[in-house]
């Protein structure tokens, strides 16, 4: 009996043993260092579309399955409130642009020559109480005018020549004209205000929603009257290009591939496309980097993409492919 379960322990070992051996050459490893060929994946790349702005969704042009082309108008948000933001903001901008217009201008002639009769009309004013101050000073020795009347003759006369310097000084600044620091006041509010026409322009052109590349409409996650905001999802486009084979390459294969290497790319139905090596991992998968034996340095593998030269509609997300390093007829001899 203990003659028998040793047989049998022996057979199961010699087994388990041919089945380890042997998993290189079912892993595809061993094929690959004889016909130079990887095996891989495709791998297609998605975008979530959605507004920039929030809104409501006054349109969605576009369903799943659809395809559509870089620059298609896909979906439209209710525009008038943002247009009514862009009204708003256009008129704020006009205003300003007046005022700084009429600081540039400066006074008209007609204001001008109005300071000028009023400067004048006060030195009349004030030459008028010079008289009147100096009669008053030659009667009051004779006692013909009291004190009071010389004191209030005086009082007139100072009046009389602050309202002149008074205009005086209102006539030299309208002449002068606008000072530069209210001029560049008024130049900034201006910039100010055509930078939020500029960003309320904007939001108008974001209320449609274009799509950025060729590709074919995956899912539709909104639909007409949705309330949506910025971070909402309103498609999922598949991208037509670029299309893209994830694979892998052995350790001991590493030296025969290199970007920019040729490469032909073949699925089980469909039919060949050319496709160009365009990235090596630097790192390995699957072994830890601490292992640096002999023995398990071939178990490391390193993750490269192949980019397809002409992609068409039979190579589709996760589907398996082959990928031959050399050319089919010289792999076959």
């Known amino acids: 009996m203990r003659r028998v379960v040793l047989i049998v322990f022996l057979l199961a070992a010699a087994l388990a043993g041919g089945w380890w051996f042997d998993a290189p050459e079912r892993l595809g490893w061993v094929e690959t260092r004889r016909n130079g060929i990887l095996y891989g994946n495709v791998d297609i790349r998605q975008v979530s579309l959605g507004f920039r702005v929030s809104g409501r969704i006054a349109e969605l042009l576009v369903d799943e399955g659809d395809a559509v082309k870089a620059g298609d108008l896909i979906a439209r948000l209710d525009a008038a409130p943002l247009q009514q933001a862009l009204d708003a903001a256009k008129a704020e901008a006009d205003a300003l642009r007046a005022a700084l217009a009429k600081l540039k201008a400066g006074a008209r002639e007609s204001e001008i020559a109005q300071a000028r009769a009023t400067h004048e009309e006060r030195l009349a004013e004030l030459e008028n109480a010079r008289l009147a101050h100096e009669r008053a000073e030659r009667l009051r020795p004779a006692g013909t005018i009291s004190q009071a ?22 006539l030299a600044l309208i002449e002068e004209g606008s000072r530069r620091e209210d001029i560049a006041a008024a130049e900034a509010q201006l910039a100010a205000a055509e930078a939020k026409v500029a960003s309320a322009r904007t939001a108008v052109e974001d209320a449609a929603l274009l799509a950025p590349n060729d590709g074919i ?111 089919k007829e010289e792999a076959s001899r």
């Open 217 to 327: 409409v995956l899912s539709r996650v909104r639909e007409t009257g949705a309330i949506v905001s910025p971070a909402d999802t309103v498609y999922v486009l598949s991208l037509t290009k670029p299309v893209w084979v994830r694979a892998y390459v052995p350790e001991t294969d590493l030296g025969r591939v290199h970007p920019g290497m040729k490469v032909t790319v073949t699925s089980d139905s469909g039919p060949e496309h050319g496709g160009t090596v365009g990235f090596i991992s630097p790192v390995a998968e699957f072994t830890p980097k601490s292992v640096e034996t002999p023995e398990l340095r071939t178990d490391l593998v390193y993750r490269l993409r192949i980019v397809v030269t002409d992609p068409g509609p039979d190579l589709r997300q996760g589907m398996p492919v082959t990928i031959h390093l050399r050319p």
């Open 149 to 170: 009347e010389l004191d209030q003759a005086s009082a007139t006369r100072a009046a009389a020549a602050a309202r002149a310097a008074s205009a005086r000084e209102a």
